[in-house]
């Protein structure tokens, strides 16, 4: 067998894998609340909570209607996107004059009402969820067997996350999306409605929360605290890549996950804790993240 | 970002604050004459068939929170971290009368400075950032002590410290008889309380306030605050290490509960339930919780539920707590 560092390469490719896995999850969720934050100036404490949502969305679809992996992708967003949607409008609408840490207070309580209530009929032992058979088996590489799933996972979260740069970089509607961030009164003057933008933002990034949330219920199981641990991780890696660029955010989330993996291959012990230690170098080094503005 | 822009209203602002049309000595003896009379009620509560060992919960409940209100109420820091400081103490504590055979009032001193040594550490790094990265930061830093205490081999792991001895105070009281040891727990409580109020009307607190108020005002001033934020931080650490280092004296205890970020999350409820700001909220917002979850405790998760909708509902509707509205309606009253 071939070693690096006196370390198997087939547990190093399969650390680094996982890192890669973890990292795709770090680069969705940390987007969605970079986005909600630009336009909002709320941290989504619930980013957790709808990211179990969205696993559970497409358990209770297979399991209750028969309805599949794919469709799930496609549904669970809309349904969590929508509870979103009654969320900023009947709650957080109230607090925008606010100190914006009221939101995190409110978006706090709400996560833990829905990690509850599912704790309540669920239990906290994980529920299983197959992989689509399309996914099933895996592509031998030579050097490690590269499960499809996890190929897919990758691939589509990247695709999404490019998707997301694009259209708030280089479309009209993401131009007014950026002009509101910067400033809000000046842009409701141009006649466009700004408080439904502001509603259609915070759904779209619940909606990446309840995708990423489909995408992990094969691998994580469905878990009604499955995001609460995953949610502080996240808001380390917001903290490191700072929240000022969409770019930032999808490079510190998977850059983070292979630094995770690698970690777990040559020291275990510290594979908890180092994303929040690289965190604490950061905030010496460059107190407003690796791609933050100082303002 | 902005980290906290323009006309929006500073966290726990909306609470009455301690100058009012009184003047400061009317103030003064309001508050000593409160202060006496919640002393003679809670000096008296065990006798009028109050069961003592919820009675010493909440209390150290309350000082954990009154810690945490010097930094949010008065500082206008909002930490999601401060279980560290509870929990770190609480180990601490119970592992220098456990191992060590520290007497009680050696080990409980033990966990307290611990708890301000990782106060310095944990205060230097987050108020590198402010408003909601601070809330992040801290949150984050926690959760790193909580996997710390998993994992080290003083801590017991999932087990905790258990069967702390509680020995005897000062060598002459012993700490095993409950009444003594309650009397004990109120007395550290009220020396908090009180050392808290101190705090607050010293021109030390003043100029918290006034950063709290205007960080750039205060700054051009010639106040230097991120030294002020810094021993604020360093103070409710302290504080809350305090409250961590009896609870694991009483409890006989010392476990991961106390370092979890829901602890975290609970003293801000007990905050923001009871008034942020307000110097008696903490106190009536710890006693409401810890009475709440006496009360549920056999409806499993469904108190984490009440929890969650105790705070939107603060949140959208209650934002001065009950101590703030009742001072609010006082002031209307006289208006």
New interface residues.
């Given amino acids: 067998m071939t070693e690096i560092f006196g370390i198997p390469t087939q547990a190093l490719f399969g650390q680094l894998l996982i890192g890669l896995i973890n990292g795709a999850f770090y680069a969705l969720l940390s987007l969605g609340l970079a986005v909600i934050f630009g336009l909002l100036n709320i941290i989504n404490f619930t980013h957790g909570a709808q990211y179990m949502m969205g696993a559970f969305c497409a358990y209770f679809a297979l399991q209750y209607a028969g309805i599949g992996y794919w469709w799930s992708l496609l549904i669970a967003p809309i349904v969590v996107g929508t509870t979103g949607v009654v969320i900023e409008r009947t709650m957080l609408a109230r607090l925008y004059k606010l100190d914006h840490l009221y939101g995190l207070l409110l978006t706090f309580g709400l996560a833990l009402v829905i990690q509850g209530v599912f704790t309540n009929y669920y239990g906290s032992s994980g529920l299983p969820y197959r992989i689509p058979d399309e996914l099933t088996g895996g592509f031998n590489l030579g050097f490690m067997l590269l499960p499809k799933y996890r190929a897919w996972v990758i691939v589509a979260s990247l695709g999404i996350c490019i998707g997301t740069w694009y259209v708030i970089e280089r479309t009209k509607l993401g131009s007014y999306l950026r002009a509101a961030t910067e400033n809000r009164a000046l842009v409701q003057a141009f006649g466009i409605n700004v408080p439904r933008m502001i509603t259609l933002t915070y759904g779209l990034g619940v909606g990446l929360a309840a995708f990423a949330g489909v995408m992990a219920a094969p691998i994580y199981q469905v878990n009604p605290q499955m995001g609460a641990n995953l949610i502080i991780v996240v808001f380390a890696v917001v903290v490191i890549g700072g929240m000022g660029s969409i770019l930032g955010a999808i490079v510190t989330g998977f850059g983070l996950g292979i630094i995770e993996g690698l970690t777990k291959v040559f020291y275990p012990e510290a594979s908890n804790t180092v994303i929040f230690v690289i965190m604490v170098i950061v905030l010496l080094l460059k107190p407003a993240g690796l791609f933050g503005r100082e303002h | ?5 323009k ?5 726990g602002a909306e609470a009455p604050g301690a100058g009012g049309a009184r003047g400061a000595a009317g103030d003064a003896r309001g508050f000593l004459i409160a202060t006496a009379a919640m002393t003679a009620g809670f000096a008296l509560a065990p006798h009028l068939g109050i069961y003592p060992v919820f009675l010493m919960k909440a209390l150290c409940f309350a000082l954990f929170a009154c810690a945490f209100n010097l930094l949010i109420g008065f500082g206008g820091l ?1 930490s ?1 971290g401060h279980a560290m400081f509870l929990g770190t103490a609480g180990y601490v504590s119970a592992y220098a009368a456990k191992v060590w055979g520290a007497p009680p009032e050696l080990a409980i001193l033990a966990g307290t400075a611990a708890a301000a040594l990782l106060g310095v550490v944990a205060g230097a ?1 987050a108020i ?2 402010q ?3 601070f ?3 801290t ?3 926690a ?2 002590m909580f ?2 205490c ?2 080290a081999p003083f801590t017991g792991g999932e087990d905790g410290i258990q069967s702390v001895p509680r020995g005897r105070l000062f060598g002459a009281l012993d700490l095993a008889n409950t009444l003594v040891l309650y009397y004990f727990v109120l007395a550290v409580f009220v020396a908090g309380f009180l050392f808290i109020y101190r705090v607050i009307h010293s021109p030390f607190g003043q100029v918290l306030k006034a950063i709290k108020e205007n960080e750039a005002r205060a700054i051009s001033l010639g106040y230097d605050a991120e030294r002020y934020k810094l021993l604020a931080f360093v103070l409710s650490a302290t504080l809350a290490g305090l409250a961590g280092a009896t609870k694991a004296i009483v409890f006989q205890l010392a476990s991961l509960t106390d370092v979890h ?1 829901t602890m975290s ?1 609970e003293v ?2 007990m905050t ?1 339930l009871g008034g942020m700001g307000t110097i008696f909220g903490p106190v009536v917002g710890a006693f409401t919780i810890i009475g709440l979850e006496n009360y549920l405790a056999g409806f ?6 009440i ?6 509902v ?3 509707a209650f ?1 001065r707590g009950i101590v703030g509205e009742l001072g609010a309606w006082r002031a209307r009253r006289r208006a």
């Fill in positions: 970002m902005t980290g906290m822009a006309g929006t209203t500073p966290v909002l999601f790094l590198r950032r408003g909601i990265y809330a992040m930061i949150l984050a830093l959760q790193m996997f710390f998993l994992q970020w999350g801000v409820l923001l499993g998760q469904w108190v984490v539920v929890t969650g909708a105790i705070f939107v603060c949140v959208l934002r």
